[in-house]
């Protein structure tokens, strides 16, 4: 596979006809009927990501369904072993089951493959990459065909960490979450509209994609509960994926995840303990420049990121940054963290990892 997007003079005959500058590459999205799939398709458009040729990709109940790009129908097809010939860029998005049965086929026909599944993440030969904060750990160009994208939640925690752990080593991480229904997928993110109108006419409603009442209300993560530990899935995800992107195996992190009524857009408030103290304006100064992040910290308006101002924005807002006055040490600071979890906690992390694959 060869995502060289600008071939080199140097490879041909000085009579030879000029190639394009750009060649357009043959993308397959599996998965392409969710709520993340939908994302990945819009990125593609958006970004001018060079597609030559777009395959959709989802289970037989969704082929034949149609689905616009660039102002054309695309016809989705079935998933099967010989949807890759021919593919150069594949993003996964149809859950670890999907990723560990196909995603090495793609591979091995030639595909980069890009998961957002957790079948890869924490495989110790596959990057785990936010190339914001760890682009240097993407494959050299030729010597590796997946790269895995993080869990949502870890991904956009850590565009804030990173920046701030160039500048002063972590040591600690303790979070608390209120992640939006655009976590469990598009059928969630319509219970949770579906939901709130029920229960505004005062009508009963039977949750049919998550186990608890979504409208006016918030539970914890249902992802299984591991009674050894007390953590849920979720939970350990981000703890595991947290150390291997900030290359910090050693890092404590201690956290709970939790469902809130809000339709996309994942918030979190992060205390972070540092080796050495880090005053809070410089925090700041680090994230008002770190790329992908937007500062927003007006105290005197008492404005700091919300999930409204987060939804479809690619940056990730960062503020509320203060001192952590539990922490005598003065290593401590507290922020509030909220992105957009269908675009940097998926798709658009996703796109970014294949545009910088094709950038070497």
Known sequence: MSLDLAPSPLAAPADAPAEPARRGLTVAIVGATGAVGAELIDQLERRDFPVGELRLLASPRSAGRSLAFKGRPVVVQALDEDA?????????????????????????????????????????????????VNGQDLPAQGSGRLVANPNCVTAVAVMALGPLHREVPIRRVIAATYQAASGAGAAAMEELRASTAAYLEGHSFQPQVLKHPYAFNLFSHDAAVDPATGYNGEEAKVMDELRKILGAPDLRVGITCVRVPV??????????????????????????????????????????????????????????????????????????????????????????????????
């Open 84 to 132: 890759f010939d021919g593919v150069d860029v594949a993003f996964f998005s149809a859950g670890a089951g999907v990723s560990r049965r196909f995603g090495p086929i793609a591979a091995a026909r030639g595909a980069l493959v890009v998961d957002n599944s957790s079948a890869f993440r924490m495989d110790e030969g596959t990057p785990l990459v936010v190339p914001e």
């Open 263 to 360: 339709l996309r857009a994942h918030a979190m408030a992060l205390t972070v303990e540092f080796e050495s103290p880090l005053a809070a304006e410089r925090a700041r100064e680090i994230l008002a420049d770190a790329p992908g992040v937007r500062l927003v910290d007006d105290v005197a308006a008492n404005h700091f990121p919300m999930p409204n101002e987060a939804s479809g924005r690619d940056e990730v807002l960062v503020g509320r940054i203060r001192p952590d006055t539990s922490d005598p040490t003065g290593c401590s600071l507290a922020l509030f963290v909220v992105g957009d979890q269908l675009l940097k906690g998926a798709a658009l992390n996703a796109i970014q990892i294949a545009e910088a694959m094709a950038e070497r």
